[in-house]
């Protein structure tokens, strides 16, 4: 079935390692079916679920395989000892050895010669490698291999027992739990199979992702091609037209995180006339393409920068973080997507706020950041909002807001939506207090947030194009089944219908806001 491509053998050995091989067998699914056994299947759901929040924390000290870790899960989800899972006997049941064999058999076929990372339990290992019927010359198992944690005193010892080169060796996480940071750290190049099509936390790097197995040995072939060390043979590449391909290869797509695919631009490339910038040119001309005008996203502190006085800005709340009131778990819990938003933002939250000067009249401002967690609105943005509006009524001075967000924050649930009455009751209170607010509404401003204290401004400019709607156009065409006029949703359509008093590009904001605070302030 699978045919061998000549020249796979040429040159030093290629080693393929998998890591998070239990995923790559399913070890997810293959819970979920012994606790439908143990527990039936209506809880299976709801068991799977609050087993995924258990594993990590008994997995914690990296000492316990697998194995134990999962009997301890059932213990504390009130398994009886007698019912400890046998996943080793399960296996036969599993449904995703036929795909995992296809996938390794063209990748051995290749010339690639493999290895197990695990630390899953041996018996489980020799089971299920019996039932994918690929030899491995490679099964490395221990317990401190741990999903969690670098392992790299296993890689050591490999790369100086079998003579490896590590620059002829790619580490395949197949993975729940996407765990190439050890890769990473080496230098090893990394493909991640993504099932699920997670977002790669902030310290995993992988050189390629698929979304699936298959595709696997061209993905391999792409970062080390078979002859790339013998010069005397074909060019790396050349084969590929040459050789016959297997009967069973599918094509699928290939996703790279250090080249984006084509249909998704880089995000300094204006979409509006395929202009590209670097970082610093947008930094120059406040996000905005020099070429077509279109308003690129600008962060919370560069706005706030430009909008007012040099050195006036006075950041306050800066500590306020979201909780996690629901200990909302959607593959990752929402405590550690927080984390990964601070790492990658600098930001605590999606809201900045702070108090400052514009031509030296005084004012507080509220600034959101889409790049935080798309700009959605949990329990701390409503707090800084109201903190914001608060401060601006305890000094008697106008409140700007700045919204850019995809509505309410899902993984708080109804403490999110909360933050509508509650953001809405402090814009009363400014203008019980007499008081004006204003808001620039950037692209996006959406759902929740449209819904409550950005609408409510007693001046509203819009950015040029932005987004303006509750909903987007996809949902809506999906539910009403009716085409939406082109500008559906834009900043000039919102105009048109009244919602806006005036569409403002970025680079004439300051001076309007200035003369908004000398006609209103007191
Ligand atoms: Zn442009």
Redesign the pocket.
Known sequence: MVRRRSGADTGAPRWATFDCYGTLIDWNGGIRRELARVFGEAEADAKLHRYHELEPVIEQDGSLSYAEVLTEAMRQLGAAEADAPSLAASLPSWPAFPEVRTALEEVRARGWKLVILSNTDPAFIEASKKLIGVPFEETIVAADIGSYKPGHKHWEEFFSRTGADPKRHVHVAASLFHDITPANELGIPSVWINRLAETPGPLAQPTRELLELTGLADALDGIVPADSEDATTSKPGRSKIEMPMTETRIDVQVESTQTPPANEKHPNT?P??G?HYRDDELTTTLYV?G????HFPMPSHARIAWLTDPGSFEEDAVGVRSGDPLSFFDLRSYGERLAEAELNTGLGEALVIGSGTIDGRPLELAVMDFSFMGGSMGSAVGEKFVRAADAAIERGIPLLAVPSSGGARMQEGIFSLMQLPKTVAAVEDMHDAGLPFFVVMAHPTTAGVLASFASLGDVTVAEPGALIAFTGRRVIEGTTREKLPDDFGKAEQNLRFGHLDTILPRSEQRQYLSRLLKLFGR
């Open positions: 204006c509006g006339c202009s393409c070429q077509c005008g279109h």
